[in-house]
């Protein structure tokens, strides 16, 4: 499965972006999530969703981001609210193939998008 990542964009501080994967092939029941490399910085967990729609977020994403799927158009989506500069990264989609698990580890992931940029002026 192939997965593909757009969304991106240059934004102010305080400003929305929404992100969105889709995949080549069929995602219900696997974790989807997205991870992101700020320069300099190595790549981070951002958000996970399990099969079951169940979610988890990294600490600064919590009140911020949304992550949500749509099975039926095998996509997943970040909603990004109140960006910040420290936002600033490429996010990259990732699938994890292993159903009934909720990971977030970057080394859990099958399948990687490629990234799209994210730049929050300031």
């Known amino acids: 499965v192939q997965l593909q990542a757009s969304g991106g964009g240059l934004v102010q501080a305080g400003s929305s972006l929404r992100l969105s994967c889709t995949a080549s092939?069929?995602?219900?029941?696997?974790?989807m999530a997205w991870f992101r490399r700020a320069p300099g910085k190595f790549r981070e967990f951002v958000a996970s969703?399990?099969?079951?729609?169940?979610?988890s977020y990294a600490e600064f994403a919590k009140g911020r981001f949304t992550i949500s799927r749509d099975n039926a158009k095998n996509t997943v989506d970040l909603q990004m609210n109140s960006l910040k500069p420290e936002d600033t990264a490429v996010y990259y989609c990732?699938?994890?193939?292993?159903?009934?698990?909720?990971?977030?580890?970057?080394?859990?992931?099958?399948?990687w998008g490629k990234g799209t940029q994210v730049t929050v002026s300031s």
């Open positions: 990732a699938a994890d193939f292993q159903p009934g698990f909720l990971r977030t580890r970057s080394m859990d992931m099958d399948s």
């Open positions: 969703v399990s099969g079951g729609f169940s979610t």
């Open positions: 092939g069929r995602t219900s029941g696997y974790t």
